[in-house]
């Protein structure tokens, strides 16, 4: 994932990126998997009803192929089933990765480079035939074809032969380093250890998609089920849709999936003020309904706090997401370190905070990586600025780099209204930065402009807003893009904005890679993630909270550390 938030990638991760992309453990409304609790309802969740979900966004790219994150998201993971999957439930528990078609995590061989699984009896589509090992090659091979652009790019990065494959369109040999021996064994060769391969197996590249189906760019307007729900309707690109259920799915196969409503309907195109009064008030179908898209913003949730049957129905997530200051070491005066260093005490992470909508939304970092086990959090902070900034230290740090009677930088940020990398983050940095003898002058940039200048190689600004959502809860996909030299792209979207390159750094990110215990793993990236906060590269500013609202009739509410949202998968209305 990567940049935005949830949930969305490079979205982060998020979108991810929501990321993307629950409480701290504090999970939302009460409630664990398959249990008797609910959110705004009363009562064990029982199947039946129709689940009415409100959305900004359309569903567009509704093939496997071209989704990003795990399973897709929300409501694509209804209807596609991976390899593996995430554990559906509340807090730290549901970063943990889990089998879904398969019957384990996989078997790796001695070096992780080749990595095994086999599929479990019983799975159908929504046709009823028998789902293969072979089609779930075919389904990742499609996602090489250039006419289904915009999945994740792991695969053919790792996968022998990967990064010269075409597709099946144009090459229907396929590729070799997918091997079928049977039906429900499929084996990788990857052209290097990959200890977290458990991890990449629940993007929905490795959904099944059968050949004889495959209808190439229009297969996203009626993709065969594999979970529980199947497609009945997708209107105008995905802004509507209706599930409903598939009736070859079996409980029997899906530990992870309730599938409680008998329908799921989705509108989108809607305005996030809009999606936010419709659940608040829960009038008729709204009564029912949850959104996956739109979170409460500081003043919906002021409002909302101060109602306690609507804060009763407010879930809160934690995303695996950093928003961050970014240097650039080759732009004067950040080739300093003093002076990244100075920065780093002088920032008032207090306003910081306060400009991102509070506490409520958002926690101070001092830590690259967040702070969850799952990513191998180590806390530290190699530049205490206290609540609300150590100037003095900050000033002593620019005399000694040469600026005794201060200096003028320019801080480079978007004028997207997110609360992230937005002019209210700038401001306040700027007025916590002139006690320290900086000014700040301020260069905001429209959101396509923003992303082309900073993820350029050539045009990277000196000092700018930066964030990163991972594409799943552990210390690679956060520190690797970031800090590994070999990621550097000259030409294209680069993502290692400090152009660190430490051979140091680099073999220690394979050296991780290399194990196949995620905890120890996990506890490796959390060191390293230490080591190289030394360097001053990136300033750590906070990771945001994600609060949304659910319908009154709403029950059984997971958020997983995960994904930090309701899991759509899990939840009730009767």
């Not at 029912?288 to 804060?311: Q, Y």
Request: charged letters at 25%; a negative charge; hydrophobic letters at 35%.
């Amino acid at each position: 994932m990567r940049q935005p938030s949830v949930i969305s990638r490079r979205v982060a991760a998020a979108a991810v990126g929501l990321v993307l992309a629950a409480g701290a453990a504090a999970c939302g409304p009460e409630d664990s998997k398959g249990g008797d609790g609910s959110s705004g309802a009363e009562g064990k969740p029982q199947k039946g009803g129709t689940l009415t979900v409100l959305n900004s966004n359309p569903q567009q790219d509704f093939d496997p192929a071209r989704l990003y994150t795990s399973g897709g998201g929300n409501v694509p993971s209804l209807v596609f089933r991976t390899l593996t999957t995430r554990n559906r439930e509340d807090g730290a528990e549901g970063a943990k990765v889990v089998p879904d078609l398969a019957t384990d995590l996989g078997t790796p061989s001695k070096d992780a480079t080749v990595w095994t699984y086999t599929l479990k009896d019983g799975l159908k589509y929504e046709d009823g035939t028998a789902i293969t090992s072979a089609d779930i090659k075919y389904g990742i091979e499609r996602s090489f074809a250039a006419e289904l652009s915009g999945g994740a790019p792991y695969l053919r990065d790792w996968l022998i032969g990967g990064a010269d494959y075409q597709g099946p369109y144009k090459d229907k040999k396929g590729l070799d380093s997918i091997e079928v021996p049977d039906a429900k064994t499929i084996v990788f060769h990857l052209n290097k250890p990959e200890g977290e391969f458990p991890y990449l197996a629940t993007q929905t590249q490795t959904t099944p998609v059968p050949e004889a189906g495959d209808k190439g760019t229009k297969y996203e307007e009626h993709p065969v089920s594999s979970g529980p729900y199947k497609v009945v309707s997708n209107e105008n690109d995905g802004e509507r849709l209706i599930l409903e259920r598939n009736p070859h799915w079996s409980a029997g196969t899906d530990e992870e999936r309730k599938a409680y409503p008998d329908r799921i309907d989705v509108r989108s195109g809607l305005d996030s003020a809009v999606i936010n009064q419709r659940l608040s008030a829960s009038q008729g179908a709204d009564a029912a309904a949850v959104t996956t898209d739109t979170n409460l913003g500081p003043a919906e949730l002021a409002k909302v706090t101060g109602d306690k049957k609507l804060a009763d129905r407010v879930g809160t997530g934690h995303f695996g997401y950093t928003n961050y200051i970014a240097f650039n070491p080759k732009v004067k005066p950040f080739d300093n370190p003093k002076v990244r260093q100075a920065i780093s005490y002088a920032v008032d992470r207090s306003s910081v905070v306060n400009a991102a909508g509070g506490s409520s939304l958002a926690e101070p970092a001092t830590t690259y990586l967040p702070n969850q086990k799952s990513f191998g959090y180590t806390p530290y902070d190699h530049f205490p600025a206290g609540r609300t900034g150590n100037a003095e230290k900050a000033r002593e740090l620019l005399k000694e780099a040469g600026y005794a009677k201060g200096l003028t930088v320019t801080l480079t940020h978007s004028n997207d209204k997110d609360f992230e990398t937005s002019p209210e983050i700038a401001t306040a940095l700027q007025a916590a930065l002139k006690k320290a003898g900086i000014t700040v002058e301020l260069q905001g940039l429209e959101s396509n402009d923003y992303s082309d200048t900073t993820q350029s190689a050539t045009k990277e600004p000196g000092f700018f807003l930066a964030h990163w959502g991972a594409d799943w809860p552990s210390g690679g996909p956060f520190l690797a893009p970031i800090f590994d030299g070999r990621q550097i792209v000259e030409d294209g979207a680069n993502f290692n904005s400090g152009f660190l390159n430490d051979p140091a750094v680099n073999k220690e990110i394979d050296e991780i890679n290399k194990l196949t215990d995620l905890s120890a793993a996990a506890e490796r990236w959390g060191a390293l993630d230490k080591k190289i906060g030394e360097q001053a590269l990136t300033v750590p500013l906070f990771h945001p909270v994600y609060k949304r609202l659910v319908g009154q009739d709403i029950k059984n509410v997971v958020i997983s550390d995960w994904t930090g949202v309701l899991d759509i998968s899990q939840v009730a209305v009767k």
